[in-house]
Every structure is written in structure tokens, then in C-alpha cells.
């Protein structure tokens, strides 16, 4: 496994649209998954998409953050590997919260999201994956997502004064700890 480096924005690698993946379960595949396991870990992530390693696939991983310490009260969000998602809203409720980004350091801005929404994809065997959630999981979801077609967070702020220094917004927050 290896801690790859995490691409930051600017960088024209995390604004394209990703390819689906064709092949599961192959010794590729899991090597791929691993390294991001490793490094979304290294740096204490909710989620890391594999654009932002530079690699243009549609898989993202999130969630399994045990009790994450800057979000002690957020529900815990099931360790998943998704593949080829798609994502469907399910009804029009919009909720906003703050976000962070991996390839965005340092900064918070406050984002609207689907409150609930259905996704549908792959895991890395090939097995289907379909949910219904709501909340925070939603959100997750949402942000990985935006990565596999060239979506920052940034691009969705619609309130730019609520979008700054996460040492400034927040002060009691570790900025080098970033989702
Ligand atoms: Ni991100």
C-alpha cells in the first residue's frame, strides 16, 4: 500500500469526467483501493475519490471513520467502496452545512445538498449496491460524487460569505485535518 499524493485544486486532473469501471474484483482494482484506504486514513478523511489521486475512474470510498473527533455527534457512515454510482434525489429538500475537501485544504464553505437521496452503484466485487439515506451519509455521498464529474465543493458554494479559513471560521479546529 502507499500513501499516494492528493491532488489539489487548480489541477485539471480533478475537473474531468471520470470513466466507468469494466473489470471488478481484479488484483489492480483492490491494489487501487487499498492505497486510497491508506492514504484518505493518513490525513483523517470522511471520503476520497479516486480523481483526486489522478487516477479517472468512477469509485470513491468513504465513511468507516470510527468516531471521527472533530464530529463526535455525527452518525457513522458505513465503511463503503462505490463504483459507477448514480445518484437520485428523492424529493427536493435542500439542506446546507459546512463542507472541507482533501483537495481544497485549509477552507470551509457552507454547501447545499439533497437531503435525501437513493444511490445505486458497484462495490469492488462487482455486487450491487443500492441505498436510501438522508443527512450526513447523504452529503458524503454527494461530495465524492461531484469528484467523478469535475465538481469541487467550492463550485456549489451559492453564500461566498460563508466560505473561508477553516482556522478563522472555526477556530478550535485542527486545519490540517481536512475532509
Ligand atoms: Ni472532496
Keep these: 500500500m502507499t500513501i499516494r499524493e492528493i491532488l489539489k485544486m487548480g ?3 480533478l475537473l474531468r469526467i471520470a ?3 469494466t473489470t471488478f474484483d481484479t488484483p489492480e482494482l483492490h491494489a487501487l483501493i487499498a492505497d486510497m484506504r491508506e492514504t484518505m486514513a493518513s490525513v483523517n478523511g470522511a471520503g476520497l475519490a479516486a480523481p483526486q489521486i ?3 475512474l468512477q469509485l470513491v470510498i468513504f465513511g468507516g471513520v ?3 473527533p472533530r464530529y463526535p455527534d455525527r452518525p457513522v457512515v458505513p465503511a463503503t467502496v462505490l463504483i459507477n454510482p448514480v445518484i437520485t434525489r428523492i ?3 435542500e439542506e446546507f452545512d459546512w463542507e472541507g475537501c482533501l483537495s481544497v485544504p485549509g477552507l470551509r464553505g457552507e454547501v447545499p445538498r439533497w ?3 437513493r444511490y445505486t452503484g458497484m462495490d469492488e466485487y ?3 449496491i443500492d441505498r436510501t439515506v438522508d443527512g450526513f451519509h447523504a452529503r458524503v455521498v454527494q461530495h465524492e460524487c461531484d469528484h467523478l ?4 465543493y467550492p463550485m456549489r458554494v451559492r453564500d461566498f460569505t460563508k466560505f473561508g479559513y477553516t482556522e478563522i471560521i472555526f477556530p478550535g479546529i485542527n486545519a490540517a485535518e481536512d475532509d
Design 11 to 13: 489541477d485539471p486532473h
Design 19 to 21: 470513466e466507468p469501471i
Design 54 to 56: 489522478g487516477v479517472n
Design 66 to 68: 470510527s468516531v471521527n
Design 91 to 93: 424529493g427536493d429538500t
Design 115 to 117: 437531503a435525501h437521496i
Design 126 to 128: 462487482g455486487q450491487a
Design 149 to 152: 464529474i469535475g465538481k469541487l
